[in-house]
């Protein structure tokens, strides 16, 4: 079993995103293969809108970006990890999901599953972590759930045994799914609507999206 592990805080592992995210990891089976993928270390850059990506399926941006994407496909399952920047995931995570239009057009994590862990200064820890929950149902994957907390101090959060025990059972959760290949029908729904969503579109854009086309009529269409 390999996980890739993202984590979208420029501190790296050294923040309280990072301590959380190792309480999560010490819950993963032995024999589990991880990747870590630290974007402070990474360099992704901005989406430009070129639109490059449907057309040939590769982004042409020269970054690190395609090898992310690499271990995303050959993963069976990820956790994606950041602190709450004002209301949302980090400029680095942001920018990883913003070049990733061709996973969801293209449902190209079908199959996997997904984790979320999330710290904040000060709380609204619901709304980021439902932020990436989504984004995991919407590259095709199911999510188990993840794990959240403002901190109480430098790497330090309030009841912290209980918070550290929720984040050993969700990596458990995590392995747990990708072994029984889990099914959450609580997601269906949103997974179904986007499914059929990303299908008229690209059909629809067939003509500008020519290797997005080509994948669903040879994976996704029948």
């Known amino acids: 079993m390999k996980i890739a592990v993202i984590i979208g805080s420029p501190r790296g592992m050294k923040g309280n995103t990072g301590r959380l995210l190792e309480e999560v990891l010490a819950g993963l089976d032995k024999d589990v293969k991880t990747e870590l993928i630290d974007l402070s270390k990474r360099k992704v850059l901005p989406c430009i809108g070129c639109d490059h990506c449907h057309k040939t ?62 710290t904040s200064g000060g709380g609204e820890d619901d709304e980021v972590m439902r932020y990436m929950e989504r984004f995991i149902n919407s590259t095709g994957a199911q999510s188990v759930g993840g794990v959240g907390s403002p901190m109480a101090g430098e790497r330090t959060f309030p009841d912290e045994a209980i918070l550290f025990n929720q984040a050993r059972d969700l990596g458990r959760d995590l392995c747990r799914s990708i072994e029984e290949k889990k099914d959450f029908p609580a997601q269906a729904d949103y997974r179904t ?26 994976h996704l269409l029948g």
């Open 57 to 118: 399926g590769v982004c042409p941006l020269k970054d690190d970006y395609e090898a992310i994407k690499k271990s995303l496909l050959e993963c069976d399952g990820f956790i994606l990890a950041s602190p709450n920047y004002i209301f949302s995931v980090t400029a680095q995570l942001k920018a990883l999901f913003d070049r990733s239009g061709n996973i969801l057009h293209c449902l190209l994590l079908e199959g996997k599953y997904g984790a979320v862990v999330e």
């Open 193 to 218: 609507t986007f499914k059929a969503r990303m299908k008229r579109l690209v059909e629809y854009r067939k003509g500008e999206c020519p290797a997005e086309h080509q994948y669903w009529r040879e």
